[in-house]
């Protein structure tokens, strides 16, 4: 083993981005941040609930979504509870952010199965 690999990370931030992906996955599950503070703290790093939270608000305005999928459900796959609907496939580039959105939801929220008022107003519609 070389000199430069024997080189461990200084600051707050190197030290919490190399335990990122872990903390993401705990995060997922739902452990609560004072206790992933508490475990940091344990571990020797100088750490306060409000440095924390601050730390991983920067880190997720800097993480792509794909990224953030991946940390919450362990794998590249949709999660569980989408029925086996897929993303939207060959979006043209020129939609807003909002247009594509709409477009992804409408793939697994169907309004008039899930709005009670929807539902109704559609049972008068066939009678």
């Known amino acids: 083993m070389t000199q430069i690999d024997q080189l461990q990370p200084v600051s707050i931030a190197a030290r919490l981005r190399q335990r990122w992906p872990q903390i993401e996955q705990l995060l997922a599950k ?3 941040h004072m206790d992933i503070v508490e475990a940091l703290q344990a571990e020797g790093l100088p750490l306060t609930l409000k440095t924390f939270r601050a730390y ?3 880190q997720r305005k800097r993480q792509p979504v794909a990224v953030k999928q991946i940390a919450a459900f362990g794998s590249a796959a949709l ?3 989408t029925g086996g609907a897929t993303p939207p496939q060959d979006l043209p580039a020129s939609m807003s952010v909002r247009e594509r959105r709409k477009a992804h939801a409408e793939q ?3 309004p008039v199965q899930s ?3 929807l ?3 559609q049972r008068k519609q066939e009678e």
Do not use: A
Request: charged share 20%.
């Open 108 to 110: 697994y929220i169907n």
């Open 79 to 81: 999660p569980p509870d």
């Open 119 to 121: 539902q109704r107003l």
């Open 30 to 32: 739902g452990v609560r």
């Open 115 to 117: 709005h009670p008022l």
């Open 56 to 58: 991983l608000y920067r």
